[in-house]
């Protein structure tokens, strides 16, 4: 795993290399745009840039509505962490605070419990609870004397041991519905938790601004994008040209992916629409059922899933990135140009760049520095292994707890087996591709240095996804690999 | 071991990531107080690289001083770290 740049376009020789055209000008870099986003006219038709872009985005159905908050919060300077804080509980309020309302409902109902408790009610005070605890526990972090030295070990042991609990016969009832609904509610912010925990040592910034960015008003998934406090204060802009210039990339990420989202749905139509190409999702189903659609066709949807889900990664974290900048906050982007990748490790990189961060920051680095310490290849193989299997499948396993609580832990544990699988031949290759990563000679030409390496990485990521894709607990590893072996033209 | 001197340590470190910047294609200046990590001129391999030779040539151990990427993040802050009173007596 990697942290590939996306910051330089040098040359080896370290002369700038200028694309000829572009679809989006580099307005950052224009002395005038850059001074006059500074004055008073200058941030009003920002705005009403913004503005624009928040409509245009509305109108196929992507929600940018957060970049006016976020060039809100970006005028405001003294007063930025708390309009920052007031936008992030308000869109959290507006998503429910991210809580599965439904699942905890069926809980209630399965406990024979739903008739003696109300469920708003319920929810507001574990929310109470739940904030309160990991103010204390991001207090008690920030002392030297109370610091725990593995935090985010001990949260994911005190989680899981919780999750366990659930499964207790002497939690039956009232205590079960209560334990789910504490997990519930922690579990959306448990990563942030995490960096929130790592920061604390070294950010003497007050708790209440640490929470403020538990998912961040720009947006996140369970990843936090722009990790902790610490982080986002190293990509803060500090001065009048840094925000004005930092703004300006928003504006440019957005345009950028406004384009993308329209291609998405522009493939989409050419593809599923105009074509008649069933989704892969339906395709794995129809041969399950026994019913295979051609090898052609299977190959089809393989190869439009893979495109259009690297296009809805790009658009998801371009908006969030965009927005980010928006407030005054140089994040790097989340997907950035992957199938240039050459190398396993570095698409992986390039495809969920906070993802990946997530993995490197709390598996890939605390394994590195602890583990095999004097055997070089080891120690590197055995950390990006951590990171990649385990981390990922600890990662996706937390993601979709409910499964624990709907189909018991135990179906839940043996249902990611087919993930267990992918996330397994991920790490080992990815691990197998970052030992053998240096630089490629120069005189072995375009095709074999760029063309092929790009298209082996490609394929392998695309071949994969049969084992990933839908992410479900219903189809087992040995179903998957029958399908993959049906479209290889193993089997008929 | 002695104690290596900062202005070695820091020529030994510049001469290290300018080289590890230069296979990356990235011929830029640099200056002490660059950002080498969180502007993603360098990348985590580059970080595990470095620990790895902060640990040979200056007996630092970052089990017991704890990981973090904020420390290596400029040349100034990698001589800071190496030049510590606890390394070096390895």
Redesign the interface.
Known sequence: MSIESQSYGYTATGALVKPSWRLIPQIDRDPNLVAGVQSTSGRLLLWCTVVLLTVLFWRIGVDFSAAALAVACAYVARYRRALILLATVLLLYRSGFLIDRSFLERVAIAEGVADRIHQPLLEAVMLVVVLALFAGVLALQSSARTAIRRPTLSLLLVFLALVALTQATVTAGMPRVLLWSFLMTSQPYLWFLAYGLADAVKSRSPVWQRLSVFHPFWGSSLTPFGKGLAYLERFEAKTPDELAVTQLKGVKLAAWTLVLAIAKICLGELVHGYLQLPLFDDNLLQYLAGHPLPRLVGWASLVSFFVEDLLGMTVFGGVIIATARLAGFRLLRNTWRPLEATTLAEFWNRYYFYYKELLVDHFFYPTFIRCFRGHRRLRMFFATFMAACVGNLLFHFIRDIHFVGEMGLWRAVVGEQSHAFYTFVLATSVGLSQMRRAPKPASRGWLRRRLLPCLWVSTFFCLIHVFDAPLDREHTLWQRAEFLSYLLGVTT | MTATPRPEIRSQMRRYVEQRL???????PLHDDD?L????????????EL??SI?TDYGIN??DIG????RLDSISAIVALAGQPSAGTA
Do not use: H, N, Q
């Open positions: 230069l296979m990356k294609g990235d011929g830029a950002l990590f969180t502007s993603g001129r360098l990348d985590s391999l580059d970080a595990v620990v790895m640990e970052f089990a990981f973090d990427l904020t």
